[in-house]
Each structure stands twice: as structure tokens, then as C-alpha cells.
């Protein structure tokens, strides 16, 4: 089965560190660049960082440079976002999701995992 | 950063009537490869986003032919020739020309 699964959110102090998850599955999972994208609640989807296929290219929204980073491990088949500093603003919904260079989009998402900053 | 403005934000229709949402670009997506770097998301109500055009125009797997995309530049749409009711949710352009990758803000299409 095509799907990937987010995992590791929860709720943390601001100024802390998080490591979120994305498991691949049913796809060669080293063929794809992969995003992150979020979500706060009620608002609208603001991309958050990009990885290559190979790991050898990283980019990220100015809102999270220099605080999160985007990390792959194929033997694994699993993406990472190891977030640190963490703000009030950073509170969303986190999907992971898959970059098709045929179609030249985002053309599988995962269900997303929550976190939330709060004292 | 490109900036994409959607319009409306908000789109009530009478089901089997048609629906069109604009999303305008702040500079041209067009990719130097000769595609269109403009796709179009559903996000339903409870669910994760999912792709409905890609390239500006193509409907990705198992869309509905009623989708369409169309525009060039900076001007896109997206039209729903008869609306259903399974069409509900939050509509989402997103240009992937060059990083950042930039949404709109959304267009929220409801049943009347």
C-alpha cells in the first residue's frame, strides 16, 4: 500500500526540540524528493522544507531556517523534521509529503501529525 | 518569495452548477523546462490535501473529468463544471517554480 505515516508530534515547551517521523511505504522511497508542509489550525498550508532524493540538497521557508532540519535515511525509508527552538507560531498540523518529478507535484501526502507549542 | 492571491476566498454553489477559482501569481511559472509549475490541491473537511492538477491543466489519477485547469503566466484557474457535493472543501494553488514553494490562501467551497 502507496502511504506515507507521520509520527512524533505531541505538545512542548517553547524553546524545545521535537523530531518528527514520515514513514514510506509501497514506493521506492529513494526515486522521490520529499517536502514538509504544514498546517496552524484554521489557517491555510505554508510549505516548510524540501529534501532531494539522495539527501544531497535541503531547503527551507525563511520561518524555519536555522531552526528545523529536514533529514532522510532511505535504508530506512523514513524522513525526518528534528525541529528545534520551538515557537508558539510553529503549532500546526506537519504532513509529510512526496514530490512526483513526473508530474512535477506533490502527488501523495500523509495524514499529518500535530504539534503544539504551549507553556 | 512568490506571492499567489486566490479569489474568491469563499464559493457557495447550487450543486450541478459551475464553480471557477482564480489564482494569480506575482511573477511567471513558467518553468524553463516548457511546463506550467502550477498545481492545484483538495483539502476535504478531516483529510490531508490532495493533488487535482498538476502542470497547470492535467487532472492527476482518478479526478473527476469535471476538473479542469487552465491559464498561463500568471493567471490560472481552476473550473468544476457541475459541482457535487463530495466537491466540498479548501481549495489550494501552489506554485513549485522555485523555492520557497508558496501557496494561496485557500478557497473554501461550500454547498448551497
Known sequence: QVQLVESGGGVVQPGRSLRLSCAASGFTFNNYGM?????APGKGLEWVALIWYDGSNKYYADSVRGRFTISRDNSKNTL????????GEDTAVYSCARYSATYHALDLWGQGTMVTVSS | DIVMTQSPLSLPVTPGEPASISCRSSQSLLHSDGYISLDWYLQKPGQS???????GSNRA?????????SGSGTDFTLKISRVEA????????MQGLQTPYTFGQGTKLEIK
Not at chain 2, 61 to 69: H, I, L, Q, T
Open chain 1, 80 to 87: 525526518y523534521l528534528q525541529m528545534s527552538s520551538l515557537r
Open chain 2, 49 to 55: 490535501p490532495h493533488l487535482l492538477i498538476y502542470s
Open chain 2, 61 to 69: 489519477s482518478g479526478v473527476p473529468d469535471r476538473f479542469s485547469g
Open chain 1, 35 to 39: 517536502h514538509w508542509v504544514r498546517q
Open chain 2, 86 to 93: 463530495e466537491d466540498v472543501g479548501v481549495y489550494y494553488c
